[in-house]
């Protein structure tokens, strides 16, 4: 019997950046690598890095390593990125279409499927092999392709109607770059995605550094 | 005497969030908000809220609520965003443009001043009213242009190479948005923003409300 874990959202966050660097190391042609590489590699205690992979399970052999590929596999399945999401992202402006663009959703497993626009100009337009469909079209694009992720890349004033839009189409997950709180129903998660923290962070710190 | 005060991290991610809930408020012509209000505006408990202001002094009257204009003012300064850092973005593909583009760097205090790029045909296109240097000039351009933060978008393979060549010209912080750990001089600043962090955290929700 599969038991229950609580894991912590800290945990949750450094899982990606674990399998970004396994994914490097397996690039490598390497097959092993010890907590403390891994550690060196991404700045991360091998301490914390043991103690967060043991929440899982055992993927590792003592004074060895862990095995690249299977823990790649175990920490892919955690996440959830063996399920082939498929994603659309509404609102192709710069944000938009460098969004488009993200190579990691490949890396990650993840399907850029549909984009949409308002704009008429925009709407018809191919960026990264997909074309632009109008809005107003979404509730038959995202059941047609299946799409389980919007991403909200839209000017904060329009980000609600969108997200209502998404919804409604049927989508399961919202990725918000909105700089603006979100409401969803309750079986709808979301992700906030606020560049104004990372850069007031970065701001809060050179300002303690240089005081 | 002013006390040394040690903040979370988790507090300091949150103050940049009451700093734009508060400008929203201001623009709408009000002058004071209670915790409740502002907690329903961005989904944080009242409690919560109070808690972190507290930390860094008495902001609010009990029973009225926080006077917006001095908090705003407060948690500004805080976060050093009345210092005017001067920004350089590197590397003008579909990120750096979004980024170069991005409307919070001013209502958060921040001058956009340089972009760079290596390849010869973005080199002296202009973005956002700003001519792209070649990041061959980084040198001159920083210390004429006086910048403290270097935003690297480039790709993962140039992210340390021009982070780097942003150190030895003299900024002061790294914004890093290449999926790449990036080493630094101690006495620089760096935030790390990985966007397959917050996509990973979704998909990791979605595998466990679908399950």
Chains 1, 2 share one sequence.
Not at 56 to 80: D, T
Not at 93 to 100: F, K, P, R, T
Request: contains cysteine; aromatic residues 8%; charged residues 20%.
């Amino acid at each position: 019997m599969r038991q229950k874990v609580v894991i912590s959202k800290a945990t949750i966050d450094r899982l990606p950046l674990y399998f970004r660097t396994l994914r490097v190391t397996k690039e490598e042609g390497r097959e092993i690598i010890s907590s403390e590489e891994l550690g060196r590699r991404l700045g991360i205690t091998p301490e914390q890095i043991r103690k967060d992979l043991a929440s899982f399970g055992q993927f590792g052999k003592k004074g060895v390593g862990y095995y690249v590929h299977e823990l790649m596999r175990n920490i892919g399945e955690i996440l959830g990125l063996d399920n082939n999401w498929n994603i659309a992202v509404v609102g192709i402006g710069h944000l938009g279409a460098a969004l488009a663009n993200y190579q990691n959703f490949i890396t990650l497993g993840f399907n850029l499927m549909a984009l949409f626009d308002a704009d008429e100009d925009v709407v018809g337009t191919i960026v990264n092999k997909v074309k632009v469909d109008h809005i107003n079209d979404v509730n038959q694009v995202v059941k047609e392709r299946n799409i389980h992720i919007g991403v909200i890349a839209v000017p904060a004033p329009f980000a609600q109607e969108v997200a209502d839009k998404l919804v409604t189409a049927g989508v399961t997950g919202i990725w918000n770059f909105a700089p603006r709180k979100i409401v969803v129903p309750e079986h709808i998660c979301i992700v906030n995605e606020d560049l104004s923290v990372g850069l007031s962070n970065l701001s809060y710190h050179i300002t303690r550094k240089l005081l």
